[in-house]
């Protein structure tokens, strides 16, 4: 069987993730299409022009290749095709990922009117060739039908589509006491994640630095971060930015910090702390909390979307904050982010003060992470459920 991805998509960190050779006796190659080609001419345009002469967002998530390349089935991730050839499309949030579809579903209006071009789009889904319909986790699949349902009243040809599958995990280490961890010594905490503001790093610097500075509690953090912009849940600025740096440049006593890292050296370091942290404003996923767990690494993580399904007070903990009706955070006004950035940094402080009021709770946490991800995210299964996924599609 020989499955068909997106070739500029090849090698992105969801596509690996997700699809990218997980299932044996799979060939799996490259495919070039309308969209994509269009797609690469428009952002060479905006690079030559330096700003965004052409939106390329819609250009992403949308695929036409006119039956020209020689594949059994497509597997795209956030897309969806146009074409006569069998596919199915992983997704985070829903789909068509359209710009357009996603802001009109965010009004949470009781009907949804789609311009000419949505409505293809969505069409293109109900089609024949659409053979399923994949959501990361069970948050993203209540937001698919949510949307059906304001678009349509029948939405049994699109729930028959849809099935909840999150992504693979194999674990890192065979058991907790592998690391050899010293619990006597100052608890390292670690944060991985380009858009830094908006996993939470500004609430992890204030509340680490007031308890480190002031109260005088032994920790150690790890911050591997490009301190990347990313506005649309966070609003940082570059104020922001230069604020971050000089918080970790004063506090480089404590704090190891690495603007990038090769993924084995991320991985690595993992196997090395106590505690992962992800106290985010916005998240589809969450992938870093899976691979924290696969070391045996209980995480901090806020509630929003899936982040409750793959974390719990049983292999981490959890803290509460604002949020609407399918797990999103609420950051849409200024008076929003500062509740929600509120909620983050008084969670975070309570959590940390009893992990060192009982640090027994770190070993039992990240034995049962291990447990969790080896029943839930177990790679061998997931290769068997996409491979009959497969073999459906195309049956």
Avoid at 38 to 52: D, E, M, T, Y
Avoid at 178 to 194: E, N
Wanted: with cysteine; net charge negative.
């Amino acid at each position: 069987m020989i499955v068909g991805m997106l070739f500029y998509r090849w090698d992105y960190y969801s596509h690996t993730r997700t699809i990218l050779h997980l299932v044996p006796d799979v060939t799996y190659r490259k495919v070039y299409d309308y969209y994509s080609l269009i797609n690469h001419a428009a952002k060479r345009i905006n690079l030559v022009a330096g700003k965004p002469v052409f939106d390329t967002f819609n250009l992403n998530n949308q695929f036409q290749d006119f039956g020209l390349n020689r594949v059994d089935l497509l597997h795209l991730f956030n897309g969806i095709s146009f074409g006569k050839t069998p596919w199915i499309s992983s997704f985070e949030t829903l789909l068509p990922r359209l710009e357009g579809v996603l802001v009109k579903h965010k009004r949470k209006p009781d009907f949804i009117r789609l311009n000419s071009k949505e409505k293809r789009a969505f069409d293109a889904i109900t089609g024949d060739s659409c053979k399923q319909l994949i959501a990361l986790s069970e948050c993203a699949c209540q937001i698919q039908l949510d949307l059906v349902s304001r678009l349509s009243d029948d939405v049994q040809p699109i729930k028959d589509k849809l099935l909840v599958m999150h992504p693979p995990q194999e674990k890192m280490i065979a058991d907790y006491d592998d690391k050899a961890l010293d619990v006597q010594g100052p608890i390292r905490f670690m944060m991985v994640g380009a858009g830094f503001f908006r996993k939470g790093g500004r609430e992890i610097l204030r509340v680490f630095e007031r308890m480190v500075r002031q109260e005088g509690y032994p920790i150690e953090l790890v911050i591997i971060s490009s301190l990347r912009m990313d506005y649309y849940a966070a609003h940082e600025t570059e104020a922001d930015v230069v604020w971050a740096k000089e918080k970790i440049a004063a506090n480089s006593d404590w704090i190891t910090y690495h603007s990038s890292l090769p993924n084995e050296q991320v991985l690595d370091l993992m196997r090395s702390v106590h505690v992962g942290l992800l106290p985010t404003y916005a998240d589809t996923y969450g992938y870093s909390v899976l691979e924290f767990q696969a070391h045996g690494v209980p995480v901090i993580t806020s509630n929003i979307r899936a982040l409750p399904e793959i974390n719990n007070d049983q292999v981490g903990w959890i803290i509460d904050v604002p949020r609407d009706e399918f797990g999103e955070g609420l950051y849409s006004t200024s008076k929003q982010r500062e509740q929600l950035g509120a909620a983050i940094e008084s969670g975070l402080e309570r959590v940390v003060r009893d992990i060192f009021s009982d640090p027994g709770c770190l070993r039992v946490k990240g034995m049962a992470s291990l447990e969790k991800i080896e029943f839930e995210h177990d790679p061998a299964d997931y290769a068997q459920q996409m491979g009959e996924i497969y073999q459906r599609a195309l049956s």
